[in-house]
């Protein structure tokens, strides 16, 4: 990561956590393929043994599908943890900086947030890894729950004390610029919550201890209704300024991060309806998830034409992705690739698939889910881009 100077991540910013994060979210889109798409009986996620079993009796369509989901989420798993420690390390020594003081004066004070956000993906790709590499990891996932509801907790401390400090500041001592707010940065702190949400939601649908499924569904609908608090404030905030003052070409990226957001909250409201039809007798069914997902997956087409438009209008790609400018900042363009081929898959498979509208791998079905692998593929080479911008051909 070294070898040549004057690359544009030789100048530090907490953003630069954004590119182990969408390495993250592509193991994600790969585990994808396994979870929709092979048998796991009596299990709402595939495990080591689905997938052996499925490599053994399967045709060899089904085993070159697994062995580049498999190949997919080690790649991207060595490349998020890969990107994590390099973060990890040089955020240690920017926070002793100059820059780092101005930072935290500034209305970019929320760009901190991306280390919690970080840190919450990189505690999924572990659970990711765990579940298709290590074998029997099933029969004793009961003990990792409560491990797992402890570091998102801890996670989801840290960023809470990151946003505390933030708003303890503005509000004491004011100085927050509307002006230079015309953007959706100040959503980054309810992505991040959304991110341990979605985590602590996970053992409410996966764990076979109602005290435990209980726990997660406590403290994810804390972090939910923080995320949508934080949410609409930072959307309001943002749509004003915007209106008044234009978008700031750097920033424009952000004006998709609600795509994402609202994948997590889609996934984190599938993991919880399902624990609350395991352990507290709650009855929904396909129907209701396929309106769920649909009235989500509409309101992210909404917000990608949003900002498509704005980026079509200020030239975005030809400056920063074609060009030769570069800004860390591009790297919030992942997270909507990575969150809309997600969503489609889980709106095509628990929404369609379940309500009966579209038979499981006819034509349509394939149609569609063409169109997550588009969104997915379009997405590696945005990875690929921008990792040889920034960082030059070692980063991949």
């Known amino acids: 990561m070294h070898a040549a100077p004057n690359k544009p991540s030789d100048t530090y910013s907490p953003l630069y956590f954004l590119v182990s994060l969408g390495t993250g979210g592509l193991v994600v889109t790969f585990f994808m393929w396994l979870m929709h798409w092979l048998p796991h009986p009596g299990r709402s996620v595939p495990v080591f043994e689905d997938i052996a079993a499925a490599l053994a009796s399967g045709g060899m369509a089904r085993q070159a599908m697994i062995i580049v989901a498999l190949a997919g989420i080690a790649f991207y798993a060595f490349l998020n943890f890969k990107h994590l420690l390099w973060n990890l390390a040089r955020y240690r020594a920017w926070k002793k900086t100059e820059a780092s003081a101005q930072l935290r004066s500034s209305n970019a ?50 960023a809470l004390h990151m946003l505390g ?9 004011g100085g927050f610029s509307c002006a230079a707010n015309n953007s959706f940065a100040q959503a980054l702190p309810a992505f991040a919550l959304a991110m341990v ?48 003052n234009g978008a700031n070409i750097e920033t424009a990226p952000t004006l998709s991060i609600f795509i994402p957001i609202l994948t997590i909250i889609a996934i984190l409201s599938l993991r919880q309806n399902h624990g609350l039809n395991e352990h507290f007798a709650l009855t929904s ?34 400056r920063y992705l074609f060009g030769r400018a570069a800004s860390v900042g591009s790297y919030a363009l992942v997270c909507p690739g990575v969150a ?6 889980f709106w095509l498979n628990r929404g369609l698939v379940d309500a009966g509208l579209i038979a499981k791998f006819s034509a349509a079905y394939w149609m569609i889910a063409l169109l997550a692998l ?23």
Not at 206 to 234: C, K, R
Not at 340 to 345: F, K, P, S
């Open 109 to 158: 004070e929320t760009q901190l947030l991306a280390l919690p956000l970080t840190l919450a993906m990189h505690v999924n790709v572990w659970f990711i890894l765990g579940m298709v590499f290590v074998p029997r990891l099933w029969q004793v996932v009961e003990y990792l729950f409560p491990l797992a509801i402890a570091a998102f907790l801890a996670i989801g401390l840290l």
């Open 340 to 345: 809309l081929a997600v969503m489609i898959h």
């Open 285 to 318: 069914g396909g129907a209701d998830r396929l309106m769920m997902l649909s009235q989500y997956l509409s309101v992210q087409l909404l917000f990608a034409l949003f900002a498509g438009t704005v980026l079509i209008r200020l030239g975005y790609a030809g």
């Open 197 to 244: 949400g979605v985590g602590l939601a996970a053992p409410a649908g996966l764990s076979a201890s109602t005290q435990v499924a209980g726990i997660g569904l406590v403290f994810s609908t804390f972090f939910l209704v923080a995320t949508v608090l934080i949410g609409a404030i930072a959307l309001l905030l943002g749509i004003r300024s915007l209106m008044e």
């Open 165 to 173: 400090a933030f708003f303890g500041r503005i509000m004491t001592n």
């Open 374 to 396: 588009t969104l997915q593929g379009a997405t590696i080479w945005l990875v690929y881009t921008l990792n040889r911008k920034h960082f030059n051909a070692s980063a991949f």
